[in-house]
């Protein structure tokens, strides 16, 4: 299976912005062929959506409310997580993900990345 790798996170300040990127561990593998998605998990919580691509159809949790933009390069294939004005509870383990089904449902993807922590400092 092709592995995921995501890159990006960091410590920021609140207000601040991250872009997260997703490459695989081949280029053999198109993120265009699948519904790409990122996930993320606090401490204590339960891993929940942020946002989700195919093609030109994109997705995004209520939480995001504009502040994230999520993208596609094809020449690079790499999807990203464009986060701004980021707050606090934005803070947690990022993870992207690769699925058939266009869903925000988690269980819809069965290939994942180790993750990339965000930690976004008041």
């Known amino acids: 299976q092709v592995q995921l790798v995501e890159s990006g996170g960091g410590l920021v300040q609140a207000g601040g912005s991250l872009r997260l990127s997703c490459a695989p561990s081949?280029?053999?593998?198109?993120?265009?062929?699948?519904?790409m998605g990122w996930f993320r998990q606090s401490p204590g919580k339960e891993r929940e959506f942020v946002a989700a691509?195919?093609?030109?159809?994109?997705t995004y949790a209520d939480f995001v409310e504009g502040r994230f933009t999520i993208s596609t390069d094809n020449a690079k294939n790499t999807v990203y997580l464009q986060m701004d004005s980021l707050k606090p509870e934005d803070s947690a383990v990022y993870y992207c993900?690769?699925?058939?089904?266009?869903?925000?449902?988690?269980?819809?993807?069965?290939?994942w990345g180790q993750g990339t922590q965000v930690t976004v400092s008041s």
């Open positions: 993900a690769a699925g058939a089904a266009f869903s925000r449902d988690q269980a819809a993807y069965n290939n």
């Open positions: 081949t280029r053999t593998f198109n993120p265009n062929t699948y519904v």
């Open positions: 691509i195919r093609w030109t159809l994109t």
